[in-house]
């Protein structure tokens, strides 16, 4: 076990100091700076454990939850496991102005990030060691956002994470700074959104290295499922649908905002083509990531010129549909047209997302996984690294 002090104020190191002196197995980590993603790069990094584990020092987390913590990593179930006080089954003290904030936050990051976990900042969480030195180097936070960093970077790959429901009792004496916390964090949802959507990350490297046991049994003749795919498309239709509408809702209100603004500067046909133009741009590049998960810069250009198609075929639609309006009604006014408009794109909306689904952003053919690291002679012995708020 090893108690990393960063820099408190109290007597948390005098005390570390008389347990090393008593009990075997305790290490101690001192650093003079604070941050607990620091203590945590720092402690990981310099084990030898195969599954790596912290909680808070105040023992906030009932102990009994440890081995339900490790046993997936052990196994090879899973590549990462967190606590959550936000289960169900999980009995959780503590204050209802910190429950709010806990809760307010997960769900920004289910809004923002779309996280799929439900507890970011629970204190007790285990990786396997292969996985923290894929990971580490690609979390840049030193605070209180790294553990949303390391869950959102680790899921973004296609990592597996396990929850584990806790019994959770808050520590009264807490110092942290909520104010200052919470500025941090979002200032980290910004930085780490801009680089999921930059493709900077290597995301599609790391699923690939980091095997589960179970991933034989997928393999077959050699070939995965292809939702399995490291790092690939998220195929599944429903989780699709609901981002596409979000990115259609927002394109549509951007596309009739621009057009309001170019109407009666260009005209309506000249209007359309130029706010259809810019919208079709910016939707495929966000389907691209956020809808169906393809991330990095490889095909971008490609993607962009198929998008450029459906963006031809629904200004087809939209243009025929004016076209239309004023063959009817020659005197239509702008609220007419912005009407006739908006029904014809939600219609393009529908045909884009079929077009984009099974043409531009289509599954790509099953991938290899490689074989299934050997397991070792003797299950790796958990390392539980204590940080201190």
């Known amino acids: 076990m090893t108690i990393a002090d960063n820099a408190s104020t109290d007597g948390t190191w005098a005390i570390a100091l008389r347990l090393a002196e008593e009990l075997p197995g305790v290490r101690l980590l001192h650093l003079e700076a604070k941050g607990r993603g620091r203590a945590l790069r720092t402690a990981w990094t310099a084990s030898d454990a195969a599954v790596l584990a912290y909680m808070d020092v105040d023992l906030s987390t009932d102990l009994s939850a440890l081995l339900p913590l490790v046993a997936p990593l052990i196994s090879g179930h899973s590549h990462l496991a967190i606590g959550t006080r936000l289960s169900r089954s999980s009995r959780v003290l503590r204050g209802p102005r910190r429950e709010m904030i806990s809760r307010c936050y997960n769900v920004l990051l289910h809004g923002t990030l779309a996280a799929r976990f439900s507890d970011a900042q629970c204190?007790?969480?285990?990786?396997?060691?292969?996985?923290?030195?894929?990971?580490?180097?690609?979390?840049?936070?030193?605070?209180?956002?790294?553990?949303?960093?390391?869950?959102v970077v680790a899921e973004k790959a296609g990592l597996r994470i396990h929850e584990v429901p806790v019994d959770w009792v808050d520590d009264p004496d807490s110092r942290v700074d909520v104010v200052a916390t919470a500025r941090g964090d979002l200032a980290g949802i910004t930085r780490l959104a801009r680089e999921l959507v930059s493709g900077r990350l290597p995301l599609d490297e790391i699923r690939a290295h980091l095997t589960l046991a179970s991933d034989a049994a997928f393999a077959g003749d050699g070939t995965a499922r292809p939702d399995a795919a490291a790092g690939g498309p998220d195929r599944?239709?429903?989780?699709?649908?609901?981002?596409?509408?979000?990115?259609?809702?927002?394109?549509?209100?951007v596309y009739a905002l621009l057009y309001l603004v170019l109407a009666p500067l260009l005209g309506a046909q000249a209007a359309n083509v130029l706010a259809l133009l810019i919208t079709a741009v910016?939707?495929?590049?966000?389907?691209?990531?956020?809808?169906?998960?393809?991330?990095?810069?490889?095909?971008?250009?490609r993607h962009q010129g198929q998008g450029?198609?459906?963006f031809a075929l629904a200004w087809a639609l939209t243009a025929g549909s004016l076209t239309g309006l004023h063959l009817l009604v020659p005197g239509a006014g702008r609220t007419a047209e912005l009407v006739v408009l908006t029904v014809a794109n939600l219609v393009a909306?529908?045909?884009?997302?079929?077009?984009?689904?099974?043409?531009?952003?289509?599954?790509?053919?099953?991938?290899?996984?490689?074989?299934v690291l050997a397991a070792p002679a003797s299950a790796p012995v958990p390392v539980t690294e204590g940080i201190l708020r």
Not at 284 to 297: H, L, Q, S, Y
Not at 349 to 371: C, D, E, S
Request: hydrophobic share 55%; glycine share 10%; proline share 5%.
């Open 123 to 151: 204190g007790f969480k285990a990786i396997r060691a292969d996985a923290a030195r894929w990971l580490l180097p690609l979390v840049g936070d030193t605070g209180w956002f790294f553990d949303t960093e390391l869950l």
């Open 282 to 301: 910016a939707n495929t590049a966000a389907n691209r990531t956020f809808t169906f998960g393809v991330r990095g810069p490889a095909r971008a250009v």
């Open 349 to 371: 909306t529908v045909l884009r997302f079929v077009l984009l689904r099974g043409w531009v952003f289509r599954a790509a053919p099953p991938a290899h996984v490689p074989a």
């Open 308 to 310: 450029l198609i459906v």
């Open 236 to 253: 599944r239709l429903l989780g699709q649908l609901v981002r596409f509408a979000a990115v259609g809702a927002g394109s549509t209100l």
